[in-house]
């Protein structure tokens, strides 16, 4: 059997973009990088998955519940779309998590419409490598990438579709080695395409 690649996109949403209540500096810059990624694993037939952060009104993430974060991507409000440049294929699989009271920062802790959750669907998919990108690089998306390799899955990094919140500075860069160090590889568009060929 060949490998079967899967393009997973962590909580690209206007909350976390310049402007949302919780917003990444230049964060929306990933969007058409992100779209390219689409494209190619829509060309070559793989899957394309999505998470998002589905907050109720009151959860102990955030500031007012004694939490770290402003409310942001309180689930059904416009703050919680998908960035309007997303170009999400019609048979996009949606996760969404952190819809308890949890802080739900892995897309492994979301389920789909369903009430699937994501390593019953990868297995099903028979996912052997996660090719992850969105948003945030030192919350969400690490988070999402170590439990993927903790549960055997070979993890790329798109380092050109990503960014991080910095609530410290040095986050990002802290966020990445320690991807880089439990084993996730970092790529960019050109490699994959590459790789792709
Ligand atoms: C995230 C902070 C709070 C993320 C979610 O998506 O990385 N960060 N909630
Ligand atoms: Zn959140």
């Not at 492994?108 to 028979?126: A, C, P, V």
Request: glycine letters at 12%; a negative charge; one cysteine or more.
């Amino acid at each position: 059997m060949g490998k079967e690649r899967l393009l997973l996109i962590i909580d690209v949403q206007k909350d976390f973009c310049p402007g949302g209540a919780l917003g990444i500096e230049n964060g929306d810059e990933i969007v058409p990088v992100l779209n390219a990624y689409i494209e190619l694993f829509m060309t070559k037939g793989y899957p394309v998955f999505v998470s998002r952060d589905w907050h109720p009104d009151e959860t102990p993430h955030f500031k007012s519940s004694g939490g770290d974060w402003p409310h942001h991507c309180v689930r059904e409000t416009a703050g919680a779309d998908f960035h309007p440049g997303l170009q999400l294929p019609s048979q996009t699989v949606i996760l969404s998590k952190g819809f308890g009271q949890e802080d739900g920062y892995s897309a492994f802790e979301g389920q789909d419409d369903n009430g699937k959750r994501l390593e019953s669907l990868l297995r099903t998919y028979g996912v052997s490598d996660l090719f992850v990108g969105g948003l945030a690089t030192d919350y969400c998306v690490k988070n999402t990438v170590l439990d993927a390799l903790a549960r055997g899955f070979t993890v790329n990094l798109l380092q050109d579709g990503v960014r991080g919140v910095e609530l410290q500075p040095g986050d990002t860069a802290k966020a990445v080695a320690q991807m880089q160090k439990e084993g996730a590889k970092l790529l960019t568009l050109d490699q994959v395409k590459g790789d792709f060929r």
